[in-house]
């Protein structure tokens, strides 16, 4: 609950970081110098940027909460058992082996979300952040 606190925060600080953005580029705009009204368009540009990213990464980890749900209801999510450093941090080592067990299982049922999302954990375990985004976003195509 805490996170979704966080989450609400900074949703709402960027929603307020883009509005003031729209005004300042609105404002821009009715100047009548060129160059004010070019830099005016480039400050829309960004608002729609920022709104687009945001929708998408809320989108992502709702999808994300709802998978993980269903597989806990199931019984399917991965158990997180691996040895840490006394700073807290996974050992490598341990994370690299588990992963071969979750690689193994997603090629051997690719169409298969489940494997997927536990996939993107093992990715994630291992350090791995910019491939478990991907292999979360496979597993959220399966499963819609």
């Given at each position: 609950m805490k996170t979704k606190?966080?989450?609400?925060a900074v949703c709402l600080?960027?929603?307020?970081?883009?509005?003031?953005?729209?005004?300042?580029?609105?404002?821009?705009?009715?100047?009548?110098?060129?160059?004010?009204?070019?830099?005016?368009?480039?400050?829309?540009?960004?608002?729609?940027?920022?709104?687009?990213?945001?929708?998408?990464?809320?989108?992502?980890?709702?999808?994300?909460?709802?998978?993980?749900?269903?597989?806990?209801?199931?019984?399917?999510?991965?158990?997180?058992?691996?040895?840490?450093?006394?700073?807290?941090?996974?050992?490598?080592e341990a994370a690299d082996?588990?992963?071969?067990?979750?690689?193994?299982?997603?090629?051997?049922?690719?169409?298969?979300?489940?494997?997927?999302?536990?996939?993107?954990?093992?990715?994630?375990?291992?350090?791995?952040?910019?491939?478990?985004?991907?292999?979360?976003?496979?597993?959220?195509?399966?499963?819609?």
């Amino acid at each position: 609950m805490k996170t979704k606190i966080w989450v609400g925060a900074v949703c709402l600080l960027l929603v307020f970081y883009l509005v003031i953005m729209v005004q300042r580029a609105i404002w821009l705009l009715q100047d009548p110098n060129p160059l004010s009204k070019a830099l005016g368009a480039g400050y829309l540009l960004l608002p729609i940027v920022g709104a687009w990213a945001l929708i998408r990464e809320l989108m992502f980890g709702a999808r994300t909460e709802q998978m993980a749900k269903v597989l806990e209801r199931e019984g399917g999510l991965p158990v997180d058992n691996l040895p840490r450093t006394p700073g807290g941090r996974i050992v490598r080592e341990a994370a690299d082996e588990e992963f071969k067990k979750y690689q193994a299982e997603a090629e051997a049922a690719p169409d298969d979300w489940r494997s997927w999302f536990r996939l993107s954990c093992a990715y994630d375990a291992a350090g791995d952040r910019k491939r478990a985004r991907a292999a979360m976003r496979d597993a959220i195509k399966l499963f819609v």
